[in-house]
């Protein structure tokens, strides 16, 4: 099996505005959760979604939003980006089958850096 | 809330020795996971090992395993005959189940790894 996706790996934007990254899970996960890492607070949570649903969310202001399509595809949307925003976004998708022990398979990341 | 701590930012080891990274979480959850995840110089993070917190023996992978204390919520992961493919990022990571919710990961802040030849 092809293992999660990311795309782009490194993208360059400047403060104030807004980009997109994608996200394909493993074949058959259902489950995609993003995390933003940086060297000093090293993995936080943004959000989760199941079934086109965002079912989770991390403490992470509003314009960090996310969505899933219904091949369980998924798109995070940063909007009016600021220099904090600079970080390895990961993408990470699980099987998530109700009452099961899950794991989470990581894909290599975005790079964003906001000039 | 959940909380997990790697109070070891920085390790080294020497090539073929034994090293054990440490890691400690607090919760008020009795049915948990953890998890032992390794991210390379390349930045893909990989799992390397994990534990269901009902199971009493450790887990092991080949040249990894765990000493899992549930009552010190501590889960410290060992590498033995280390190699220098072990270089890497290591996080500790914590999963809580909620049923109708899914599972809610914690991860530590890391400890990189540098093994020496």
């Known amino acids: 099996k092809a293992g999660v996706t990311q795309t782009p790996r490194y993208l360059i934007k400047t403060r104030g505005q807004q980009v997109t990254l994608s996200c394909s899970p493993i074949?058959?996960?259902?489950?995609v959760s993003w995390y933003q890492q940086t060297p000093g607070q090293g993995l936080q949570f943004l959000f989760e979604?199941?079934?086109?649903?965002?079912?989770n969310k991390g403490n992470f202001p509003g314009r960090f939003s996310g969505r899933q399509f219904s091949n369980s595809r998924s798109e995070m949307n940063v909007s009016t980006l600021e220099l904090g925003d600079s970080a390895l976004y990961l993408c990470?998708?699980?099987?998530?089958?109700?009452?099961?022990?899950?794991?989470?398979?990581f894909g290599p990341g975005t790079r964003l850096t906001v000039l | 809330a959940q909380t997990v701590t790697q109070s070891q930012p920085e390790m080294s080891v020497q090539e073929a020795e034994t090293v054990t990274l440490s890691c400690t979480y607090d919760?008020?959850?009795?049915?948990?996971?953890l998890f032992w995840y390794k991210q390379p110089p390349s930045r893909q993070m990989i799992l390397v090992i994990r534990?269901?917190?009902?199971?009493?023996q450790n887990a092991t992978e080949n040249r990894f395993s765990v000493n899992f204390q549930k009552a010190a919520k501590s889960f410290s992961l060992k590498i033995s005959d280390s190699q220098l493919g072990d270089t890497a990022m290591y996080f500790c990571?914590?999963?809580?189940?909620?049923?109708?919710?899914?599972?809610?990961?914690?991860f530590g802040t890391g400890t990189s790894l540098t093994v020496i030849p």
């Open positions: 990470a998708s699980s099987l998530w089958t109700s009452g099961n022990t899950d794991t989470q398979y």
């Open positions: 074949s058959g996960h259902r489950s």
């Open positions: 979604y199941f079934s086109e649903t965002q079912r």
């Open positions: 919760t008020s959850e009795n049915n948990y996971y």
């Open positions: 534990q269901e917190a009902y199971k009493q």
């Open positions: 990571a914590f999963m809580k189940h909620v049923s109708n919710t899914g599972n809610q990961f914690y």
